[in-house]
T-cell receptor, first 116, second 112 residues
Framework: GAVVSQHPSRVICKSGTSVKIECRSL??????MFWYRQFPKQSLMLMAT?????????EQGVEKDKFLINHASLTLSTLTVTSAHPEDSSFYIC????????????FGPGTRLTVL | AQSVTQLDSHVSVSEGTPVLLRCNYS??????LFWYVQHPNKGLQLLLK??????LVKGINGFEAEFKKSETSFHLTKPSAHMSDAAEYFC??????????FGAGTRLAVHP
């Protein structure tokens, strides 16, 4: 199999605080991981591509200083939403490719962020 | 430019009847195409993928899709809907830099 986990599954925070979301590949190594954002009843919007050991590549319009991505190992990528505001409330989903393969992305279960 | 268009935002069927979810794509080269399913507040699960082998692709849970280059389509079908099929379905295209380009999604409702 190819299982991706995310932690936490749900988080509620106050405006102005920072929140870290973890994405782990449990049974495979992922050189490349992706972070998506999904608004209610909408499709997934790619935020950034995370490569192990290097800086993330952000999509146009995504603030890299606000959404900090770290991919320190082949099984873990983290997304930190800094100084969160209510408009950052969303469903965040990560995915990864198995190292050496770009055939299929495997997705995590998502993290629901609510900023009060 | 590459793009994916899901032609129906909502599809409603009765249990036991066929399902058809439509997807058209635009790509300047032979694409890899995917169908994912998302249940409420869950991540995406891969149903099936086309990667230039057989044009009729069989996936999990009885779903299949046919790649038609002449029509630039990759429609998802299932002969008989089950209540558990109710979910959001996304068609996706593998774009540059191994990124996925998603369609807007189709919400499938299944009625008893």
């Amino acid at each position: 199999g190819a299982v991706v986990s995310q932690h936490p599954s749900r988080v509620i925070c106050k405006s102005g605080t920072s929140v870290k979301i973890e994405c782990r590949s449990l049974d495979f190594q992922a050189t490349t991981m992706f972070w998506y954002r999904q608004f209610p009843k909408q499709s997934l919007m790619l935020m950034a591509t995370s490569n192990e050991g290097s800086k993330a590549t952000y999509e146009q319009g995504v603030e890299k200083d606000k959404f900090l991505i770290n991919h320190a190992s082949l099984t873990l990528s983290t997304l930190t939403v800094t100084s969160a505001h209510p408009e950052d409330s969303s469903f965040y989903i990560c995915s990864g490719y198995k190292t050496g393969s770009t055939d299929t992305q495997y997705f995590g279960p998502g993290t629901r962020l609510t900023v009060l | 430019a590459q793009s994916v268009t899901q032609l129906d935002s909502h599809v409603s069927v009765s249990e036991g009847t066929p399902v058809l979810l439509r997807c058209n794509y635009s790509s300047s080269y032979s694409p890899s195409l995917f169908w994912y399913v998302q249940h409420p507040n869950k991540g995406l699960q891969l149903l099936l993928k086309y990667t230039s082998a057989a044009t009729l692709v069989k996936g999990i849970n009885g779903f299949e899709a046919e790649f038609k280059k002449s029509e630039t389509s990759f429609h998802l079908t299932k002969p008989s809907a089950h209540m558990s099929d109710a979910a959001e379905y996304f068609c996706a295209l593998s774009g540059g830099y191994n990124k996925l380009i998603f369609g807007a999604g189709t919400r499938l409702a299944v009625h008893p």
